[in-house]
């Protein structure tokens, strides 16, 4: 829907306002670090608590989500002036982050396939951030080739059984509730009888075990389901239909990668080449001294503004509604690229400093650096690999045919 | 593709049905085949010029259009796809544009309308050396009597041979390499004392090399002021570099659609060859290419038309991107056609030589990438 000016303009001044009653200044420019990203022992302190509670309360932590079930029911450019404003004074957007997965995928697509009852029940509380979530589809021998997961479900009649195991289960270890693939018909080619199954994390049939990751951090686990339970109307959309739930859980979730969708973080970074300035030098003419780098990192930045006026075209020409559509298989292995190329280049404008693991000796920007690299690799694996994504333009987009590849 | 006004998309279906029904590739081919000096046919250019093409850029009050470059670019789009070679791009976009941004009110009323009408040919004489560099010129302009002497000479001239109007950028002061002390002349080029040298070019399109020898210009042939044509001229390179991005983006795009079409017909081991993920994987990544490169083009020749401040960036940023997608492209068309992309015969060897004449014109993909890094401070 498109707004006029004056609305907009209005509108920006009903955010300042609300801003200015609600936002707590202790927490100015804090980004997320006083959520401490949900980590176990991270006190929350009382301000960002009632900060949390204001902004879930208004709904403006899922601005675009319909009002009816907690979300600020605002339009598209609403929320990006709303971002603006908040960006405007340091403020940021706790929910996603401390929803998980909840925001950025399995809300959407509740609202998707929900039936009313079940928006009743899961919407509101991912809105407020008391509800965690987390994904389960990879299981140890089913990652790319996920329609030949194993997990099952059995129908008992009130309730589901469930058994099986998953594995990178982002957040698991923290997560109220998981958004499962399921088996549900054994019988049925492999895709056709999986279901999207509603589980909830917190109950003894499931037990998780956090993995660490070469990055040091441990945001994932091996989730086990021995007999769990799943209730009967924790089905998602159709029976036997969980494949097509599950890709568009995906869609979401490539949306929230390729900067379609923002939360509102902390101020913006500094340019990487201002970055090497202060540790490469420069010559006489202004250029960075080491010039194989400074074309390595023009390079970078050049991909970085295609891709950004490419983000802004697609939103462009689908006025302003940034759709799920099969162009984000483009734009995740653009982000890719872009993303692990400044990652990479980080390091090495770093040189020693950029190789620090903990203690001193690093500043803590360098280490930061380091571990968003480690981090980073994992970009081109999750969400479906840049293969997969490969594999999706060419069947897909450019009507290639399958036959030697598969996905 | 950005949003189009309904102006927009009626020039860019017309130019669609007209490159494809009276400019096709093989038209180009036995012009090429022919010999012509020209290097474009009459009647081609003719068409242009009764479709309104040559007035795009050009302020109604000098019997244009002004419909912009964004509009301009759809149709280059659309000639860059075809090989349609013709002097458009080279009088009514950069011809007009010098005398768009450095023409006093006499010079426009004078030289406008006879680009739109046809019966000028501009194009911009700049180079001097192999390769791009337009603080660099040489060619001498010495003060006399009420105008000056231009001595020296210009390389690779694109539409040289066909131009009656050369725009020269000489020297008045200082030296090679310095940005002041340019100065920035229109000269008429059956002017006595310019001789003209037509190159054979691997891409068949009509270059010349240009002598001037004592050609006396008059001081009312001088386009804005004496020493400071450097400001002017980065900003017709400019439009030349937005504009060229989108004859490029054509270009590369023909490449990519002949090559999807070969992958989804030719078959050897039993199968259709795009099936081999080995090249349904490249296919996927140019496709990425190709979207983000459409980005940068569009966005530049916005900034152009919009008057914005970062044109110089996106101009950098659309012509390094166009080309080296391009670049790759041209080469994955002639490997992913195997033997019959070697063939004279099948057109692909017309878009690798196109493609490599128009990667090198106004400053090649290193050009802009180390200008990028300039504007931005590194
Ligand atoms: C940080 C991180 C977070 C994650 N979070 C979650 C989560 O929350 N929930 C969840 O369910 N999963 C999660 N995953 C799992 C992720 O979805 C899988 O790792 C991914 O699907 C790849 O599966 P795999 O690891 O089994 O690799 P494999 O599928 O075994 O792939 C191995 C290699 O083979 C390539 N390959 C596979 N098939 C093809 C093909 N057809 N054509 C060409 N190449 C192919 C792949 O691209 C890869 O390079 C996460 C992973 C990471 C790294």
């Not at chain 2, 079409?261 to 490249?282: M, S, V």
Request: charge should be negative; glycine fraction near 12%.
């Amino acid at each position: 829907m498109a707004d006029s000016n004056a609305d907009l303009d209005a509108f920006r001044a009903e955010a300042r306002t609300w801003l200015e009653d609600n936002f707590p200044a202790s927490l100015k420019d804090k980004g997320l670090a006083p959520w401490g990203a949900r980590q176990e022992g991270v006190h929350v302190d009382d301000d960002a608590r009632a900060w949390q509670a204001s902004l879930g309360a208004k709904g403006w932590g899922t601005p675009t989500w319909p009002a009816e079930y907690g979300g600020g029911g605002l339009t598209n450019q609403q929320a990006r002036v709303l971002q603006e404003e908040m960006a405007r004074i340091g403020a940021s957007n706790p929910i996603p982050a401390v929803a998980i997965m909840g925001v950025t995928m399995v809300g959407p697509t509740i609202l998707d396939y929900g039936t009313k009852e079940q928006k009743q029940r899961h919407i509101p509380p991912i809105c407020r951030g008391e509800i965690a979530w987390c994904i389960g589809y990879s299981e140890p021998n089913s990652g790319s080739d996920l329609a030949s997961l194993s997990t099952r479900a059995e129908d008992k009649g009130d309730y589901w059984l469930i058994n099986g195991q998953k594995v990178w289960t982002s957040g698991a270890n923290a997560a109220d509730w998981c958004g499962a693939l399921v088996r549900t018909d054994t019988s049925k080619p492999k895709r056709e009888g999986i279901s999207f199954m509603m589980v909830s994390m917190k109950q003894s049939g499931v037990t998780t075990r956090p993995i660490q990751l070469i990055s040091g951090s441990s945001p994932f686990c091996e989730t086990f389901f021995n007999d769990a339970r799943a209730e009967k109307n924790d089905l998602l959309g159709p029976l036997n239909e969980g494949w097509s739930v599950g890709k568009r859980l995906l869609q979401h979730e490539r949306a929230s990668q390729t900067g379609g969708r923002g939360s509102g973080s902390g101020p913006a970074p500094k340019p990487i080449h201002e970055i090497a300035k202060t540790y490469v030098g420069t010559d006489e003419q202004g250029r960075l001294a080491d010039l194989d780098l400074r074309g390595r990192i023009v390079e970078q930045v050049m991909a970085a503004a295609a891709h950004t006026l490419t983000t802004r075209r697609i939103a462009a020409e689908a006025k302003g509604n940034v759709q799920v559509s099969a162009a984000q298989s483009i734009m995740k292995n653009s982000a890719t690229i872009v993303g692990q190329l400044h990652a990479e280049l980080m390091i090495e404008i770093m040189g020693n400093q950029g190789l620090g693991w903990e203690g001193e000796g690093f500043s803590k920007s360098e280490i930061d650096a380091t571990r968003a690299w480690l981090g980073g690799k994992a970009q081109s694996i999750y969400g479906g690999s840049y293969e997969i994504q490969n594999n999706i333009i060419s069947k897909n987009i450019l009507g290639l045919p399958e036959t030697t590849q598969k996905g | 593709m950005a949003a189009l006004t309904e102006e927009q998309s009626m020039i860019r279906d017309q130019a669609q049905n007209w490159t494809s029904s009276e400019s096709p590739v093989k038209k180009f081919r036995d012009m090429r085949d022919g010999n012509v000096e020209a290097a474009f046919l009459p009647e081609t250019w003719q068409s242009m010029i009764e479709m309104g093409w040559t007035g795009i850029i050009v302020p109604e009050a000098y019997g244009g259009s002004d419909l912009g470059y964004l509009t301009f670019g759809l149709i280059l789009e659309e000639t860059g796809r075809n090989l349609t070679a013709s002097p458009l791009f080279a009088s009514a976009l950069v011809g007009a544009s010098a005398f768009t941004i450095a023409g006093n009110e006499e010079q426009k009323q004078g030289w406008l309308p006879r680009i739109v009408d046809g019966s000028t040919i501009a194009t911009l004489a700049l180079e001097e050396g192999p390769r791009h560099g337009p603080e660099q010129v040489a060619l001498k302009a010495e003060k006399s009597g009420n105008g000056y002497t231009l001595n020296g000479s210009k390389t690779f001239v694109m539409e040289g041979m066909a131009a009656t109007a050369l725009i020269v950028p000489a020297r008045t002061s200082g030296k090679p390499g310095d940005q002041t002390g340019i100065t920035l002349f229109i000269v008429p080029a059956d002017t006595g004392g310019v001789s003209r040298h037509r190159l054979q070019t691997v891409d068949s399109r009509g270059f010349a090399n240009i002598d001037f020898a004592n050609v006396e210009v008059p001081a009312e042939n001088i386009l804005g002021e004496v020493d400071a044509g450097y400001g002017p001229l980065t900003q017709l390179l400019d439009r030349a570099r937005a504009g060229m991005g989108a004859e490029m983006l054509g270009t590369a795009n023909q490449a990519f659609d002949m090559t999807l079409e070969y992958l989804k017909t030719r078959k050897q081991f039993g199968q259709i060859i795009g099936g081999f993920q080995a090249l349904g994987h490249r296919a996927a990544q140019l496709f990425t290419k190709k979207e983000l490169v459409r980005s940068c083009v569009e966005a530049a020749l916005t900034a152009i038309d919009e008057d914005a401040d970062n044109t110089q960036e996106l101009a950098s940023l659309s012509k390094a991107k166009a080309g080296e997608f391009m670049h790759q492209m041209s080469n994955e068309l002639i490997q992913m056609h195997g033997g019959i992309g070697m063939t004279d015969e099948f057109d692909a060897g017309l878009y690798l030589k196109r493609a490599r004449v128009l990667e090198n014109a106004f400053g090649n993909q290193a050009y802009h990438r180390d200008r990028y890094a300039r504007i931005l401070g590194f």
